[in-house]
Nanobody, 126 residues
Framework: QVQLVESGGGLVQTGHSLRLSCAASARTFSTYGMAWFRQAPGKEREFVAAIGRVGVSTYYGDSVKGRFTISRDNNENTLYLQMDSVKPEDTAVYSC???????????????????WGQGTQVNVSS
């Protein structure tokens, strides 16, 4: 089992940057595929980005491609999301998730992920 704790959210202006972190409790962090999802008020949860176990394979949702970068540090058991050129529509609660069933065909599905963090709020002002 793994516990996930996000941090780094807050208020940021349009066009600026923000870096989210997700600290994992498991010493087996490197065995999990990881992802970021977000949910805005009144909307469904949306896939943002995912990364394979060793950090080589990365995947992005269309709305963030070219602006956000996902990465991980398996020595520090931490997942990151670098958010650049943010827009007001990026406002949402961002959650990290972990999966032992992760592969190139299911990384974007919420059902793939067993463990979820509580989320961190990101607000982008226009």
């Amino acid at each position: 089992q793994v516990q996930l704790v996000e941090s780094g959210g807050g208020l940021v202006q349009t066009g600026h940057s923000l870096r989210l972190s997700c600290a994992a409790s498991a010493r087996t962090f490197s065995t999990y595929g990881m992802a970021w999802f977000r949910q805005a008020p009144g909307k469904e949860r949306e896939f943002v980005a995912a990364i394979g176990r060793v950090g080589v394979s990365t995947y992005y949702g269309d709305s963030v491609k070219g602006r956000f970068t996902i990465s991980r540090d398996n020595n520090e058991n931490t997942l990151y999301l670098q958010m650049d050129s943010v827009k007001p529509e990026d406002t949402a609660v961002y959650s990290c998730a972990a999966s032992t069933y992760f592969h190139g065909g299911n990384y974007f599905e919420t059902d793939t992920y067993t463990y979820w963090g509580q989320g961190t709020q990101v607000n982008v002002s226009s």
